[in-house]
């Protein structure tokens, strides 16, 4: 399982194609397609993947999601529109579980006022509504929240939502940040 955020898919979709084939993804989520209607879902579909998509009406952001066809899955329709989320959940059958994938794209945003508390509420009830469909849950994507920095209020707020839910943050270890050295 994988997210990536693709930055606009149109000229990057070979390169998305041969990154799921090498590393044998049986669901990717895609953030920031920035595509629409327009676009014919036969022009993203790989052979052997179910395809499901989100689009905005007009620029931008836009998610994703390509399942191998060797699952069992269904797309589920939230409850509600979240309005600061875009988002595609799936419910996933296998013989031993089922599970709820929800990825989730947020479009960057300072986090302040009205909006802070409307997003920590949008995303616990994501949650909750998650885990009334199975126990299970993945929540995957880019929230464009830095949980590295719990000292700050995107950090806390996922730190606080994992708590809430009982999550575990599976990204135990980050790579460096890199920096770029002037000459």
Known sequence: MGHLNINSIQNK?????????????????????????SYPKAQFSI???????K????GGGGIMALVSSSLIKKRL???KNYKPLELIALKITTDTNNMVIIGIYRPPRNLCGDYLYLLENELSHVCNWGSLQSN???IIGDMNLD????EKREGKLLLDLEIEQGFTCLISNLPERNTVEQL
């Open 13 to 37: 979709f070979e390169e998305l194609t041969a990154t799921i084939k090498t590393i044998g993804a049986h669901v990717m989520f895609i953030s920031e397609t920035k595509i629409n209607l």
């Open 147 to 150: 949980r590295v920095r719990p």
């Open 55 to 58: 689009d905005r009406k007009k």
């Open 77 to 79: 329709k939230p409850i």
């Open 47 to 53: 052979p052997g993947y179910s395809l499901y998509r």
């Open 136 to 138: 299970s849950v993945v």
